[in-house]
T-cell receptor
């Protein structure tokens, strides 16, 4: 079955820097990928998604990159702000939706 | 939280007691889901429903039950058979026009269940 892993459980950046959060997945047949943001004690908030027929998708200050060759997914946050501090996790969909454990992003002023 | 409400925010369960978590959505979504979140783990699927009066077990359905009598509502009951119920419970919904794993799921604010 599908498994989803992260490279770093925590990430600390300076305000204004760019942040990159990564996910790796195992099933090459996976075709739908989502990034969520979760603040402490709250429900996950949808950030951006991408399907397997795309390599890149951009939103407001966020970019998702999909590398199907190495089964790697990343979320880039431009000009990171203190309000971006949260846990970010990916979800990978194929025959089921599998969630990563999350990377805790801390933005230092 | 996008039109999905969960209540209560905190819930305390005594030994041998069944408790019910409420989930309501006004997004006109067909599909609804229940997940459990434990520290250091990814979300795990308990039950999901793609249409009224129908639901399927997820990966960890034992000790839980659901009903889907209305499109807007998908309550979860944590029964006394669930021996380790302490967790953060999240309800989600999606449009339901495609497969449940091919469309965005939107989450409610969650209910934290604690055992007395």
């Amino acid at each position: 079955g599908e498994s989803v892993g992260l490279h770093l459980p925590t990430l600390s950046v300076q305000e204004g820097d760019n942040s990159i959060i990564n996910c790796a997945y195992s099933n090459s047949a996976s075709d739908y990928f989502i990034w969520y943001k979760q603040e402490s004690g709250k429900g996950p908030q949808f950030i951006i998604d991408i399907r397997s027929n795309m390599d890149k998708r951009q939103g407001q200050r966020v970019t998702v990159l999909l590398n199907k060759t190495v089964k790697h997914l990343s979320l880039q946050i431009a000009a990171t702000q203190p309000g971006d501090s949260a846990v970010y996790f990916c979800a990978v969909g194929s025959e089921k939706l599998v969630f990563g454990k999350g990377t805790k992003l801390t933005v230092n002023p | 939280d996008g039109g999905i409400t969960q209540s209560p925010k905190y819930l305390f369960r005594k030994e041998g007691q069944n408790v019910t978590l409420s989930c309501e959505q006004n997004l006109n979504h067909d599909a609804m889901y229940w997940y459990r979140q434990d520290p250091g783990q990814g979300l795990r699927l308990i039950y999901y429903s793609q249409i009224v009066n129908d639901f399927q077990k997820g990966d960890i359905a034992e000790g839980y039950s659901v009903s889907r009598e209305k499109k807007e509502s998908f309550p979860l009951t944590v029964t006394s058979a669930q021996k380790n119920p302490t967790a953060f419970y999240l309800c989600a919904s999606s449009i339901g026009q495609g497969g449940p794993w091919e469309e965005t799921q939107y989450f409610g604010p969650g209910t934290r269940l604690l055992v007395l």
